[in-house]
């Protein structure tokens, strides 16, 4: 399992951004996929995750403002954050439960929202 993400960057209060992560090495297409995020000195959170039929959950904290997709021919999936807040900012991963049972995470992308 590998997964590599993209798309974050330094944004102000109320923009928009929309992440990537490919995946590799797994039967993307049936794959659950998921987003987490983590702040130094925190625990990571889960933000969102996706069925491979669609099924999406999202955490109560960004339901009105996040959204999660996948695309599996390109092997992606994608987390649209809009109205961005200070306390988005954090680095976020992709994962499956599978990179998770294997002790797996990649680099995540950092965001970074000021006010």
């Known amino acids: 399992v590998q997964f590599e993400e993209s798309g974050g960057g330094s944004v102000q209060a109320g923009e928009s951004l929309r992440l990537s992560c490919a995946g590799f090495?797994?039967?993307?297409?049936?794959?659950?996929l998921e987003w987490y995020r983590q702040v130094p000195g925190k625990e990571r959170e889960l933000v969102a995750s996706i069925s491979g039929g669609g099924l999406a959950n999202v955490a109560d904290s960004v339901k009105d403002r996040f959204t999660i997709s996948r695309d599996n021919a390109k092997r992606e999936v994608y987390l649209q954050m809009n109205n961005l807040k200070p306390e988005d900012t954090a680095v976020y991963y992709c994962?499956?439960?599978?990179?998770?049972?294997?002790?797996?995470w990649g680099q995540g992308t950092q965001v970074t929202v000021s006010s």
């Open positions: 090495g797994m039967m993307f297409s049936i794959d659950v």
């Open positions: 994962n499956n439960p599978r990179g998770r049972n294997e002790g797996y």
